[in-house]
């Protein structure tokens, strides 16, 4: 099974987010810092694609232009 069709699966997205959820929890992070949606990726965030700066940070604004369409999808329907 590949690396894509394992995060497919409802089941082990539903175990992560609930993870996820349980630590927001657990650190009290206030309603507005716990995420809402999520969305699973194989997409590596690396140099070589310009998704991460040579020390390894997230280049946001390059990061928002390639997830524009997962990322408004995500935001439909919250109030």
């Known amino acids: ?3 894509e069709q394992v995060l497919k ?3 082990l997205q539903k ?3 609930d993870e996820l959820l349980a630590l927001g929890r ?3 992070l206030s309603g507005l810092e716990r995420p809402k949606k999520f ?5 590596e965030f690396s140099i070589d694609n ?6 390894f940070k997230l280049k ?3 990061a928002k232009e390639v997830f524009k369409t997962i990322i408004d999808k995500l935001y ?3 109030d």
């Open 15 to 17: 175990v992560i987010e």
């Open 26 to 28: 657990q650190n009290k």
């Open 39 to 43: 969305h699973f990726t194989d997409m």
């Open 50 to 55: 310009d998704l991460m700066t040579p020390t």
């Open 9 to 11: 699966q409802k089941d």
């Open 60 to 62: 946001r604004h390059k």
């Open 76 to 78: 439909e329907g919250i």
């Open 1 to 3: 099974m590949s690396f």
